[in-house]
């Protein structure tokens, strides 16, 4: 298997007229001809870097009555983390099945604290309860409204959008509105099918071959075999290392500190996932009911500003009959009445799904302004 290998350090240029840059590009470990808005960021995780802290909500009413049926256990519960900020618009990050959220908005951070506190969710390594994870979401939500008079962002990639999206259905049936100032869902992945249709005896994707055994595993049928954790491992680290190979890109994204940090703390998700988490997050996605306008589900899951975005070249991990695709991208005004949809593109390499920190630049513009968007039609609610 691949493995990431950083860049070389950059060689000093001796010319007088590029020698101020030149010296404080050595000092930030920044070559020259790098964006300013990347130099500028990476100088600002070094003054600043990412200190992450545990939070616990003084809202514990939905997470207390999930743990008091039996349906879900401590060991299940999310670790809820923070970064604080001023501003008038916190964001809540549900992460893929990998990385963390704290990783999946790397490169994101920065942006996104400019706006207000970011709350992760980074999902439990030895198991997963779908009715623990809405109810926690429940509680922050709920917390953020009453205790901060805010209305936060929930910002979903791939799994965690699939997760955003049951918890405003799992809201709207049960007669709720979270007040939320908005709603982002990054190549969202909400049902089985986004990845293997049933019909299809052998997955055209190689992830959905690596998951395809979890998927048709049933409580009461043959157990999956152990052996099939460890080819899923194998699958998500190379697709990581796949981007972590192209050096040209990542020499202008990040400095080599931010390199080596990302790169152990996916690796080190990836690989403390044990047999139980794993089994216990497909099992989820399976539950998930296909996204559908006609299926008489509830209308609409939120009347909040909603942005969609679609990588250009999904077909690595999402199915070409993607129910939630075709669903998003017929009908979002029945599940969304003020969602935007946007297929992101462009770069030196097709964006792929999910891509938030090797197609940081071209996912930030549609994110920039959706969150330009809110700022001028927040209003704080009542603490």
Known sequence: ?????????????????????????????????????????????????????????????????????????????????????????????????????????????????????????????????????????????AEINRHHGQRPVVFGVSFGAGLAIEWLRRSRLAGRTPELSGTILVSPVACAADIVAPDEPKPSTLIGRALKPFLDAHATGPAVPTSVIEKARVIFTKMFEAGAQNQTSLRALMSAAELRHLHASVIAAIQSIDFTGACERLSALRQLPPLSAWDGGPRPLSLAPTLILYAEKEGAVLHDRSPTRAALGTTLSAFFPCGTHHVVSGGTSPVQHASLIFHYFQFLPPITAFYRQLKTRNVPLAA
């Open 1 to 141: 298997m691949p493995a990431l290998t950083l860049p070389p350090p950059a060689t000093l240029t001796p010319s007088p007229a590029r020698s101020a840059l030149t010296a404080l590009a050595a000092f930030t470990r920044f070559t020259p001809p790098q964006p300013l808005h990347t130099f500028l960021r990476t100088t600002g995780y070094k003054l600043r870097p990412p200190r992450p802290l545990p939070y616990l909500t003084r809202i514990t009413r939905a997470r207390d009555a999930a743990l008091a049926s039996g349906a879900a256990g401590p060991h299940q519960l999310a670790t809820l983390l923070t970064e604080k900020r001023p501003g008038p618009v916190p964001t809540i990050v549900l992460g893929g099945f990998v990385p963390d959220a704290t990783e999946q908005v790397f490169l994101l951070r920065g942006f996104l604290l400019k706006h207000g506190t970011v709350y992760y969710l980074n999902y439990p390594r030895t198991g997963f309860s779908l009715d623990l994870i809405c109810a926690q979401l429940d509680d922050l939500v």
